[in-house]
């Protein structure tokens, strides 16, 4: 079958069919076209018309003459709309007439700065010039690294890189910065929350070195669809810019399903698994060679998958590949060499493929569990349908409150405005660590500012006396740790990464990939079953210390899930409503976790078959928050506080990541029983990041909007006594209480107390 026959068996098909519970078609959409403008180099058009290009769509040629202009410029076009041709043909142009020009290119990640090189490097061929265009990323060699310092015309890298090893250096790289026109930044819409922030920074710091060596660059951006595109973009850069929005390219007939299995809730280990949902659609692919890529939200999501795929499709698994980070550079590049080549079928990814890597033309796509926003979605689904001339992306939907708040409400999805991103540049804690580096760069004036950060001098007077600078002449120079962006991250994380060592072979040791530092300590603890290609490893060591991980090759029918234990102190609080039931307070917190046990989880039942106790040390936070206390009296039985309060958390939770446009793992929503400082039982809710990101602060002041869309969800949920889509657990077992109308009570008893004040 081809798709359009696999499609309407799906419909037609008994058992799909029934699970089928929203279809939305986007028609087809003929292009609008221009020819190329008057001034474009007669060698830029031979070259475009060898890759059969004869016009330009008319959002690249808008993109080209704002650029002429020298107006900053950001494209949000759909995915496949030619962004990089647009962005890309106007440096080329003044690149010929001015051969000293040098070009910075930021993409957020290695793939997608290695695909962009290669690119560029054909059309430089195709032009007959020879374009000096390297990568430089932690995988570029010593030597290769020293060739592009001191003769490279587009430099392209990744925010990592430009913090710690490029701006750092930036007296090795005059011939960039001398002659440095444009800067040009792709998937804007990926920096958002701690890792936007970072690199709002990040960016504050290029313009300082840039200012020194008397340029300006202009500055070429392209996103994602997204609801706040201008005021993200100018957040990042603070510059002004012309936003290109209307989309003129071609577009093929889309379909789109919303998959959903209706779980029996009358028995927990009945529960529909969204991955076994997601096998039974793609081997309905693999069976007939249709080219799908799966998303999956998570790493052990997608060694599971793959696993399944394989084991049911033995002589077709060699069609079947995986993707995510944590693989070596190579390993990856040859799986995007085979998607491109079309020798694989199916690829099973994390979010990691979700950006414009060049894979070729994908016929289907799905999307295991709702990506967590919008535009992550249609980013997914956008990876279907580049050339086909019809697609299918398939979102199967899981029990959590969010997937089928959007299978009940598909307009959520289709007709609502992408959310919009957040970041906090001015986050006192990411400013300081930048603030350090940039000192460190190139020494302050004394009445300069770090971009528009308001209290400049309040931090150089602080370092002043924490004798991090020395004052000298009206300048203040770094005179603390030697090059202090080693130990900065800016992803969220620690700067090392932990590296994975299999260890099987009693003679040697073999790097299989490598984990940030905090989900180590949950999926790599000792004890742990580490899943790398569908292989089974037993973590034998981790040594945080040494940022090294140590596992063996095993074969074994289970895998694990690690437990952690939170104990949160206020460091600081201001009390924001005081009734005689319920207390607010918000302010700074101090968050102290340490992962304490670990389940092993049969592959195939799901149920849980033994524990063990992890021995790992804590880990200590700084951040913003609020907290909710409950006078005893607030509940009718002291017996069910704690199971309630985690219910209600759990649907606070969900429906504020939602309205704040947070990431899920951005905020944290914590109940205790009773708090030994108040004597209480509490709800904290906080940012999950050192400083915060005042997105707690955001939900503290919507609350009751808030409570009043958490009602409206567990209201709507058509189960009985409770589950994942909207109080998030099953309590089957207790058959006096039922937790569902407990929690929905409790939320309304909160509600009407906040709203009767």
Known sequence: MNLQQVIDFFKLDPYFSKNIRYIYEVPKKNETLI???????????????????????????????????????????STASGKTLAFILPVLNLKIKNPDLRVLMIYPTKALSRDQENWIKDLGNDLGLKLRIHTYDGDTSQTIRRKIREAGDFVITNPDMLHSGILSKHTSWIQLFENLSFVIIDEVHVYKGIFGSHFANVLRRLFRITDAYKKKPQIISASATIGNPKELIQKLTEKEFVVIDQDSSRREKKVYFLY???????????????LLQALELADIFLKNDISCIIFCRSRKEVELLTNYLKEKNPSLEHKIDSYRSGYLPEHRREIERKLREKEITIVVSTNALELGIDIGSLEASISVGYPGSIHSFLQQSGRAGRKAEISLSILVASQDRMDQYIVKNPQFLFEKNPENVRINPDNFWIVMDHFKCSISEKPFEDQETFGNYPNSKGILEYFLKEALVVKRQEKYFWCGEEFPQKSIGIRGGPKKNVVILDITKTDSEEVLGEMDYYSARLYLHPQAIYLHQTETYFVEELLLKENIAKVKKIKTDYYTEAEEEVKIK??????????????IYKGDLRIITKPTIFKKIKFTTKENIGWGEIFLPEEEMQTQGFWILFDPTFFDSQENIGTTLLSMSYAISINAAVLSCSEINDIRCVPFVYDPIYK??????????????????????????????????????????????????????????????????????????????
């Open 35 to 77: 020819d190329f403008p008057e001034d474009l180099d007669p060698r830029i058009i031979n070259a475009l018309e060898k890759k059969n290009i004869h016009k330009l769509y008319l959002h690249q040629y808008d993109a080209y003459k704002n650029v002429v202009e020298g107006k900053n410029v950001l494209l949000t076009t």
């Open 260 to 274: 959903n299995v209706k779980p029996d809730t009358s028995k927990v280990e009945k529960l529909t698994d969204t």
């Open 570 to 583: 206020a460091l600081f609080e201001e009390n924001i409503f005081d009734e005689k039931e319920i207390q």
């Open 680 to 757: 209480k039982p509490v709800l904290y809710i906080y940012d999950n990041f050192p400083g915060g990101l005042e997105i707690s602060y955001f939900i503290c002041n919507n609350l009751k909007i808030i409570l009043e869309e958490t009602i409206h969800t567990i209201e709507k949920c058509e189960c009985k006594r409770g589950c994942p889509a909207c109080i998030g657990l099953f309590y089957l077992e207790d058959k006096k209480r039922n937790y569902k109308i407990l929690s929905l009570s409790y939320l309304e008893k909160l509600l009407s107390v906040l709203k009767n004040s």
